[in-house]
Every structure is written in structure tokens, then in C-alpha cells.
């Protein structure tokens, strides 16, 4: 299944407690296992005023469903076409 990059405008999100995010955690958990196998969340990184989250999903629409159910921002999907590290340098 395709990889997706979601991008989530979320003012202060670095500000956001440990509470707080584990709050968000349990919420996107919840939408997840109500929507079956089809959705993966893999991981996701917290900025100053936006979340990068990292999803496995069978097409662009599954993310949006799960953002929109969930009460989340999604304000940019972007699928994953290759990925590259240090090791892809030798």
C-alpha cells in the first residue's frame, strides 16, 4: 500500500502537553480502528505550528476520511514515491 506524508496546520502544536497529545494519540487511534485494516498509522513528528504524520493507506481519500472524522487538519497529502538515506549514498 502506498505511503503518505500528511501535513497538519496546527498553531502551537510544539506547545501542546504531553496530555494533549496523548489525547490527539488516543483520538486518531479510536477513528483508525473504527475504519478497519485499511489505514496505518506509522508515526508523527511535532513542530512548532504543524504535525507531520506519516500514514500507510490505499489512496488519498482514506486519509482524508480519517482527518475529517477525526477533527483533524490534513491541509497537504502527499504520497511517498521513494525514500533515501545515507546509506542510499554508497
Known amino acids: 500500500m502506498p505511503k503518505y506524508i500528511i501535513e497538519r496546520d ?7 502537553t504531553n496530555q494533549d497529545l496523548q489525547g490527539i ?11 478497519g485494516t485499511k489505514i496505518q498509522w506509522i508515526e508523527s513528528y511535532v513542530t512548532d505550528d504543524k ?3 506519516v500514514y500507510i ?5 482514506t486519509i482524508k476520511a480519517h482527518a475529517e472524522q477525526g477533527g483533524f ?12 538515506d545515507p546509506v542510499s549514498a554508497e
Open 10 to 16: 496546527i498553531p502551537n502544536a510544539g506547545a501542546l
Open 51 to 53: 504535525v507531520y504524520c
Open 25 to 35: 494519540s488516543q483520538k486518531s487511534c479510536s477513528v483508525l480502528n473504527s475504519m
Open 73 to 84: 487538519p490534513a491541509n497537504r497529502i502527499s504520497q511517498v514515491r521513494s525514500m533515501i
Open 57 to 61: 493507506a490505499p489512496d488519498e481519500a
